[in-house]
C-alpha cells in the first residue's frame, strides 16, 4: 500500500461528508419513517406458513436477516479488498446497492411483501456492508492523537445530515398539499410521502456519497492470485487467533459485542416502542426523532471531551450505565413526558458509545496499519453478529409475550454483561500489546 498521508484536512472532511451520506439511511430508513411505515402497511398478525409473527417482531427478524448476511459476507468483501487493493471500489458497490434499494423501498406497499421487505433487506446490507470500509479508513488518514476528536466529526456530520433530509420528509408528511402529495384522505397523503422519502433518501447516500468518494484516498490495486473469497475467513479466523495473546483485546471486544446488542436494538425499535405502547401521533415521533438526533450531536461531542480528560475506559462505563438506566424506565414509562425524556438520554449516548468504541478500538491496534482492514472487518463482523443477538433476543421475546416492554427489559441484561467485560478490560495494558 502507498503511503496516505494523515491530518488532511480535506481528507477528514470527505471521509466525515460519508457519514453525512448514509446515515441518512440510519435514520430514516432504519428509525424514523420506515418501522412506522412497515406496521401501518402490514397486518398486525402475520402468518407465515404454520406460524405466526406480530408485525413489530416481524421487523426486528427482517433486521436480524440483514444482518446475518452482512456478517457472513463481510470476511469475503474484506479479503477481497486488501488483497485487491479496492477499498475505495467496495464502498462504491454498497452504496449504490443501498441507495437503489431505498429507492425501490418506494412500492413497498404494493408488491408482496417478502419482496418489499427484501428491499430493505437489501438496504441495510448496503449500509451495513460499508461501514467496513469506512470504518477502516480512521487509523490510515489521522494520527492516534486525533481518533476521539475526528470519529465525533464523522458521527456530527451523520447526525446533521440526516436530521436535515428527515425535516424535509416530515414537512411532506405533514403537510402533503403543500408539496401536491397525491392521496384521498390526509393518511393517504402522508403514506405516499414517506414512500417518496424513501426515494430522497436514496439519493442522497449516492449523490453525497460519491462527493466524498472524490477526496477520499485512492485505491492501490494489487492483483494477488489467492483464492480472495476465502482470504477473508482466514483473516478472520488468524486475528482471532492473535486475540489469544491479547487478552485485554478480546475482553473489550466481548464487551463491544454485548453493549452494541443493547444499542443498536434500541435504536431500531424505538420509534415502534413509542408507537405501539404509548401511542405517539406523527407530529411527537417527529420531535422524539429529532431530540434524538440533535442531543445525539452534543453526546458525541461531549463523549469525545469526557474520555480526553478521564479517559476511554471511564467515559466507556458511564454510557453503559446510562443505558442500563434507560432499560429500566422504558420498561415502567406509562408517560410521553417521561418517554421525551428518555428519547434525550438515548440521543446523549448513541453517538457517544459509538464514536468512542471505534476511537478505542483504533487506539488498540497500534502499529497494525498493514492489517487495519482485517482488524476492522472483525470487528465489524462482531458488531452485525451482534445487532442479531440483540434483535432475535427482542424479536423473540416480543412474539413469546406479546409485550414490548419485556423485550426492551431483557436488552438491559446484554449491557450488564457487557459493562462486567470492560470493568475486566485494562486499557493501558491493551494499548501497548
Not at 181 to 198: D, K
Not at 353 to 372: A, P
Request: proline fraction near 2%; include cysteine; glycine fraction near 8%.
Amino acid at each position: 500500500m502507498s503511503e496516505i498521508t494523515k491530518n488532511v484536512k480535506k481528507t477528514i472532511n470527505a471521509w466525515a461528508l460519508f457519514d453525512w451520506a448514509n446515515s441518512a439511511y440510519a435514520l430514516v430508513i432504519s428509525t424514523a419513517i420506515f418501522p412506522i411505515f412497515f406496521l401501518n402497511n402490514t397486518d398486525p398478525v402475520i402468518n407465515i406458513g404454520s406460524l405466526s409473527f406480530t408485525n413489530s417482531s416481524l421487523w426486528t427478524f427482517a433486521v436480524s436477516i440483514s444482518y446475518i448476511i452482512i456478517a457472513f459476507i463481510t470476511p469475503i468483501l474484506s479479503g477481497m479488498a486488501d488483497y485487491s487493493g479496492k477499498r475505495l471500489h467496495y464502498l462504491k458497490i454498497f452504496t449504490i446497492l443501498g441507495s437503489i434499494s431505498c429507492i425501490a423501498l418506494y412500492f413497498f406497499d404494493v408488491v408482496p411483501l417478502w419482496l418489499g421487505t427484501s428491499a430493505f433487506i437489501l438496504a441495510t446490507i448496503g449500509f451495513a456492508g460499508g461501514i467496513v470500509f469506512y470504518n477502516s479508513y480512521l487509523p490510515l488518514i489521522v494520527t492516534e492523537d486525533r481518533f476521539d476528536r475526528v470519529s465525533a466529526k464523522g458521527f456530527a456530520a451523520g447526525y446533521i445530515g440526516s436530521v436535515i433530509l428527515l425535516v424535509f420528509i416530515l414537512w411532506m408528511i405533514l403537510a402533503p398539499d403543500t408539496f401536491n402529495i397525491p392521496g384521498s384522505t390526509v393518511e393517504e397523503q402522508g403514506n405516499n410521502a414517506s414512500a417518496i422519502g424513501f426515494i430522497l433518501v436514496g439519493l442522497w447516500w449516492i449523490i453525497f456519497g460519491f462527493i466524498s468518494f472524490k477526496n477520499l484516498p485512492k485505491d492501490n490495486r494489487l492483483f494477488s492470485e489467492e483464492n480472495l473469497f476465502t482470504k477473508g475467513f482466514q483473516e478472520i479466523k488468524s486475528v482471532y487467533g492473535e486475540l489469544k495473546d491479547q487478552p485485554d483485546l478480546k475482553r473489550f471486544l466481548w464487551s463491544f459485542f454485548f453493549y452494541s446488542a443493547g444499542v443498536q436494538t434500541i435504536i431500531y425499535v424505538a420509534t415502534v416502542f413509542a408507537d405501539i405502547i404509548l401511542n405517539f401521533e406523527s407530529s411527537e415521533m417527529i420531535a422524539i426523532v429529532l431530540v434524538l438526533q440533535l442531543v445525539g450531536i452534543v453526546g458525541a461531542y461531549l463523549f469525545a471531551f469526557v474520555s480526553d480528560k478521564i479517559g476511554n475506559k471511564k467515559a466507556l462505563t458511564i454510557m453503559i450505565l446510562i443505558w442500563i438506566l434507560i432499560c429500566l424506565i422504558a420498561y415502567f414509562c406509562t408517560g410521553k413526558t417521561l418517554f421525551y425524556f428518555l428519547a434525550g438520554l438515548v440521543g446523549m449516548v448513541m453517538g457517544g458509545i459509538q464514536s468512542i468504541s471505534r476511537s478505542t478500538y483504533s487506539k488498540m491496534l497500534n502499529d497494525k496499519e498493514d492489517d487495519v482492514t482485517s482488524y476492522f472487518a472483525f470487528y465489524d463482523v462482531l458488531y452485525k453478529t451482534s445487532i442479531v443477538a440483540g434483535t432475535l433476543a427482542y424479536g423473540i421475546v416480543d412474539n413469546l409475550t406479546g409485550n414490548l416492554r419485556y423485550s426492551v427489559l431483557s436488552l438491559a441484561v446484554f449491557f450488564v454483561i457487557g459493562l462486567y467485560l470492560l470493568s475486566k478490560t485494562n486499557f493501558e495494558k491493551a494499548m501497548a500489546n
